[in-house]
């Protein structure tokens, strides 16, 4: 039998929050130990993170440092914990997220459970159709810039447990740690890539952004996924809200990007007038100026989402990145079940709101599969056209074979 603990933890909740951190696919920190590393000595290892937080002597280790390429350029530096670190701060979220979740925003989408980016844009998709003007807000640097007094002040109205404010303390302070093994002190900020991190986002904005909106701008209507803030105007409301937003946010040590932050006119053919900015991106979608269809068929301009230039361009990328022409020593099958998830994932997401935006961008696989075949096949090597209509009579056959043949991005014949 155990001695009694300062903090009551529980172990079962210890293995439960591994098993999501397993299910997350957590990357390894800067001890370089990977989950399933981790897993070898899981019955110590668990242990181990349980008696050290609830005796209160866990101390969180340095947070790994890695740049990641943002498709708009530059990098986007994200701090990987250990995934022992990670199991601690789910046990960590597992009792606090209960606890603010009833309280959040109905129109806070971000890292919530049962909601998601697309109900985001559905719903802003809708909201653009009922007012005319969107202020798109971008917050500059916002986890770098999280205050911590001001981040404590605010789990505190939620949670008085001692060890869940202690922990959190810590791992607000906890270092990171450059490619090259320098310390980086923090005293600001909650690194992107860490398990609690986005509860911590969520809890920020909820008091510095959402709450006030709904008492000093009740009629403004707005979605936020994390950072990521569209809020819709009339057209007499946009500069006011706009400056009362930029001073609140001022208060709570962030601030508004001047160049990307931008009021939008959301520019349909029964809406007049010439207006610079009439379109924006929201969680990879372009909102603009479309041709669509009405219920009889016929077409009009109206506004809405497809997806954005900069995820096209990243999807492109990865296609590129998949080199599919140089895999002859494998079969089309095998080539259909490496690449379908990947595609069925883009699929459901970009396809949602105006699908045929992403017709050019995944007919670059077929160009691919078009290359592999003249490389596989020594008969086809000069005869791409041939090749094209060889692969069309198989897609049409098994349309299933390839997820993007089911969409209807079939080879030699475009999109159906």
Known sequence: MHKAKPFAIS?????????????NKGA??????????FEENI??????IWNRMSSGSYFPPPVKCVEIPKASGGTRTLGVPTV???????????????????????????????????DAVAQATKRCHQKWWVIDLDIKGFFDSLDHSLMMKMVKLHTQTRWILLYIERWLKAPLQREDGTLVARDRGSPQGSVISPLLANIYLHHAFDM?????????????YADDIVVHCYEGQTKNVLSAISYRLKLFKLELHPSKTKIVFCKQADRPGDYPTTAFDFLGFTFRARGMRDKNGGTYLGFGPAISDSAAKEIRRTIRGWHLHRRT???????????NATVRGWINYYGRFYKSRMYRTLAGINYFLVKWAMRKYKKRSSQPKQTREWLRAIAERNPAMFVHWKFGIIPGIGCR
């Open 11 to 23: 172990e079962s909740v210890v293995r439960v929050a591994f098993e999501k951190v397993k299910a």
């Open 28 to 37: 390894a920190g800067v001890d370089e130990q990977s989950i399933a590393e």
């Open 43 to 48: 019955e110590a290892n668990l242990y181990k």
């Open 84 to 118: 022992a670190d990670q199991v601690a701060q789910m046990v960590v979220k597992i009792y606090l997220e209960p606890e603010v979740e009833p309280k959040f925003h109905p129109d806070s989408y971000g890292y919530r459970p049962n909601k998601s980016a697309l």
């Open 212 to 224: 006030w909106m709904v008492k000093d701008c009740p009629k403004v209507n707005f979605e936020r």
């Open 329 to 339: 020593f494998t079969s089309l099958d095998e080539l259909a079940r490496t690449i």
